[in-house]
Nanobody, 115 residues
Framework: VQLVESGGGLVQPGGSLRLSCAASGFTFSSYAMNWYRQAPGKERKLVATITSAGGSTNYADSVKGRFTISRDNAKNTVYLQMNSLKPEDTAVYYC?????????WGQGTQVTVSS
């Protein structure tokens, strides 16, 4: 299983970014996918979840109405569209899944929201 994130960067408050996570090594369309984030000095927290077929999503309260998780099972890719970004969204963002009861993480992508 391999998860590779991309799309992070520096953005001003109020701006937008779209993160991507390219998955390989497992039957992507059969598994739920998650995005987590970890700010400096803080624990890693769940941001958003999407079911295997994409029919259901859930979000942390802190990002509801601003972030959208989606997936393209034909491309084995999950996305996180982040709008109205705030300085408190600054963190390393990780793609995550559980396959056969094992947890898999990507390497993370840094998102910095600052003027």
């Amino acid at each position: 299983v391999q998860l590779v994130e991309s799309g992070g960067g520096l953005v001003q408050p109020g701006g937008s970014l779209r993160l991507s996570c390219a998955a390989s090594g497992f039957t992507f369309s059969s598994y739920a996918m998650n995005w987590y984030r970890q700010a400096p000095g803080k624990e890693r927290k769940l941001v958003a979840t999407i079911t295997s077929a994409g029919g259901s999503t859930n979000y942390a309260d802190s990002v509801k109405g601003r972030f959208t998780i989606s997936r393209d099972n034909a491309k084995n890719t999950v996305y996180l569209q982040m709008n109205s970004l705030k300085p408190e969204d600054t963190a390393v963002y990780y793609c995550h899944t559980v396959v056969m009861r094992r947890h898999y993480w990507g390497q993370g992508t840094q998102v910095t929201v600052s003027s």
